[in-house]
C-alpha cells in the first residue's frame, strides 16, 4: 500500500495550493480519506476528511478556505487550500482509514510565507 502526496511548496499569504494525494488501495473507493498537518513542535491534527459516501468535515481553522474532494475511478484525492496563512505552514499528510486498516503517506511541506 503506497499513498503519495504531491503539490507542496511555498506560497505567499493569500495564495493557494492544490495538494493530491494517489493511493494504490485495492477498492479505493471503500476507504475514509483525510488530510492531516503537523507544524514544527505541534501534534499532527486533522485538516479535513471525506468518507466513502463523500460526506466532507473539516478542522474549524481552514473551514470555508479549504476543500478535500476525491476521485475513485484514478484513486485520488485532493485539498484544495486557498487563502492560505502562516499559520498554515506545516507537513501535510495524506491519510487513508478502512476498519482496522490505516495507512499514511510520507507528507508534503507547505510553507505560507512572504
Known amino acids: 500500500v503506497q499513498l503519495v502526496e504531491s503539490g507542496g511548496g511555498l506560497v505567499q499569504p493569500g495564495g493557494s495550493l492544490r495538494l493530491s494525494c494517489a493511493a494504490s488501495l485495492s477498492i479505493f473507493g471503500f476507504y475514509a480519506m483525510g488530510w492531516y498537518r503537523q507544524a514544527p513542535g505541534k501534534q499532527r491534527e486533522l485538516v479535513a476528511a471525506?468518507?466513502?459516501?463523500?460526506?466532507?468535515n473539516y478542522a474549524d481553522s481552514v473551514k470555508g478556505r479549504f476543500t478535500i474532494s476525491r476521485d475513485n475511478a484514478r484513486n485520488m484525492v485532493y485539498l484544495q487550500m486557498n487563502s492560505l496563512k502562516p499559520e498554515d505552514t506545516a507537513v501535510y499528510y495524506c491519510?487513508?482509514?478502512?476498519?482496522?486498516?490505516?495507512?499514511w503517506g510520507q507528507g508534503t511541506q507547505v510553507t505560507v510565507s512572504s
Open positions: 491519510n487513508a482509514r478502512k476498519y482496522d486498516s490505516v495507512y
Open positions: 471525506i468518507t466513502s459516501g463523500d460526506s466532507t
